[in-house]
């Protein structure tokens, strides 16, 4: 699939190349290109699905700036609402990141994933975990979306799992708050959530 990631930073690189690895073609589109980076909205328009992995503070701007070349489009939203001068959560009460880009842009397929793991472990010789893989969690109210994002969390070498509607990124980014504050107790970013099921 062709898939771009605005922002370049070490989450869009490590995942981007992972899903490069898996056959995608990844292009990236940041406010200033270098290289072989693109605009944002050639980025956009050149993709099916778009991952933002940008800070949060800056997602209202980027996506009301280029809504209309969005519509129809899978988003996938990896940020989360942090301050970033120490990491520290910033909390969102009754609403998400997530939510807040599916309002903003009604005309996409906003799916709210990869979020909760960290680029250190988006490398392709340190995502096992003692034989066990990493969790992708995958929220979305649209169904087909939330398939085809999963496919790429596998594709990617985790294992995708979606749970259920768009409202679930608030208990995502909650997951990435506390994946971080572990980090920060001395654990560090060589580390993530994986879902057990026992099988019936």
Known sequence: MNISFIGAGNVASSLGNLLSQAGHSVKYGTQNPAGNQLSVSDAISAAEIVCFAIPYFAMDAVLSENKSVLAGKIVIDITNAINMADWSPMFLGDDSGG??????????????????????????????????????????????????????????????????????????EAIAHLNISIAFSGVGTHAGFTYVQRKA
Not at 113 to 125: E, G, L, R
Request: no cysteine.
């Open 99 to 172: 939510e807040q880009t599916a309002r903003l842009l009604p005309q996409s397929k906003v799916v709210k994933a990869f979020n909760t793991i960290f680029a250190d472990a988006m490398k392709i010789d340190k995502q096992e975990f003692n034989g066990n893989k990493l969790t992708a969690f995958i929220a979305s109210d649209d169904q087909d979306a939330s398939a085809i994002v999963k496919q790429l969390a596998d594709d990617a070498g985790f294992n995708g799992l979606i749970v259920g509607g768009i409202k679930n990124a608030r208990h995502l």
